[in-house]
């Protein structure tokens, strides 16, 4: 039974920063590329950035390039997101996810950015 959990969501200001990761168990993670999406308040799901299962190339939406960096542990079975200079607009629940469509996703963890 595939299980993904996120954690590492919360409140932060303008131009802070946050660290996501996301246990990946009932699979084999080290085989998988991985995903990062979100969902922004009244939107559907956005695809946000990709990972080769060997972590050998990533790959990132406009929105977020040069801001965010994938990055994966395939011995932990982890998959993070570093997140810097955070806008308003990327406020949203942020899913790790099997395909870049989010259809099999975890629970989320929430991202606030606020002054």
């Known amino acids: 039974q595939v299980q993904l959990v996120e954690s590492g969501g919360g409140l932060v200001q303008p131009g802070g920063s946050l660290r996501l990761a996301c246990a990946a168990s009932?699979?084999?993670?080290?085989?998988?590329?991985m995903f990062w999406v979100r969902q922004a308040p009244g939107k559907g799901l956005e695809w946000v950035s990709s990972?080769?299962?060997?972590?050998?190339?990533?790959f990132y939406s406009d929105s977020v390039k040069g801001r965010f960096t994938i990055s994966r542990d395939n011995v932990k079975n982890t998959l993070y997101l570093q997140m810097n200079s955070l806008k308003s607009e990327d406020t949203a629940v942020y899913y790790c996810a099997k395909d870049p469509r989010g259809t099999t996703r975890g629970q989320g963890t929430q991202v606030t950015v606020s002054s």
């Open positions: 990972i080769y299962s060997d972590g050998s190339k990533t």
């Open positions: 009932g699979f084999t993670f080290s085989g998988a590329p």
